[in-house]
């Protein structure tokens, strides 16, 4: 079945540790995105790639980083975790079209993570 | 300021009736989209309608139909005959110009009562 895959489903992490969360997407999208879902706050852009090799950051990107090696996948990874980071991160892809039109964002099931 | 504004942190709503959901948003670009996503407990984010800036009519689809009045910058959701199912978060969100990101509302919970 086509779409997005993240892993791992959910993580609780010491502060201060590395982690990589991963996302797979296989509808060959150009565009993809990470978001951070917060409660009263909605989702809220980290970072975003609009093709394989490069990369752009969105409202919140500190503390986060990102590379595009393949069109495929998408990494997200939390250098050094701290508390704040606790959240459910949603990875998304979109059809990169020249028009803008229509391109709905389709959306992995989400990582939960908790820093402690 | 706050680019896409949700004034309805919850609503609660009889099953069969209709709903709306307030939407406004803030851009000085001539050509963006705004979506609908609906968010069930389960968590998954599901796409249910587009409008775009261009667009001359008010797009629907099944139940879903989308108010929008641009002058006054606003795109209502609409949920006619409303269903148990749904009960969940509803995100509006807008994409300004050519870029592809999103930026979203802080949402409505919407609750259906039997």
């Known amino acids: 079945i086509a779409g997005i895959t993240q892993a791992p489903t959910s993580q609780i992490l010491a502060a201060g540790r590395r982690m990589t969360l991963r996302c797979t997407q296989d509808?060959?999208?150009?565009?993809m995105y990470w978001y951070r879902q917060d409660l009263g706050l909605g989702l809220r852009l980290i970072h975003y790639s609009n093709t394989a090799g490069t990369t752009g950051k969105g409202e919140v990107p500190d503390g986060y980083s990102v590379s595009r090696a393949n069109t495929d996948d998408f990494p997200l990874t939390l250098a050094s975790a701290v508390p704040s980071q606790t959240s459910v991160y949603f990875c998304?892809?979109?059809?990169?079209?020249?028009?803008?039109?229509?391109?709905?964002?389709?959306f992995g099931p989400g990582t939960r993570l908790t820093v402690l | 300021a706050q680019k896409i504004t949700q004034t309805q942190p919850g609503m609660f709503v009889q099953e069969k009736e209709a709903v709306t959901l307030d939407c406004t948003y803030d851009?000085?670009?001539?050509?963006?989209?705004l979506f609908w996503y609906k968010q069930p407990s389960s968590g998954e984010m599901i796409f249910l309608i587009y409008q775009g800036s261009y667009d001359e009519q008010n797009a629907t689809e099944g139940r879903y139909s989308l108010n929008f009045q641009k002058a006054r910058k606003s795109a209502n959701l609409v949920i006619s005959a409303s269903q148990l199912g749904d009960s969940a978060m509803y995100f509006c969100?807008?994409?300004?110009?050519?870029?592809?990101?999103?930026?979203f509302g802080q949402g409505t919970r919407l609750t259906i009562n039997p």
């Open positions: 509808m060959r999208h150009n565009a």
């Open positions: 969100a807008m994409r300004e110009g050519r870029a592809q990101k999103l930026v």
């Open positions: 851009t000085s670009d001539q050509s963006y989209g």
């Open positions: 998304a892809s979109s059809e990169f079209r020249a028009s803008g039109r229509n391109n709905e964002q389709f």
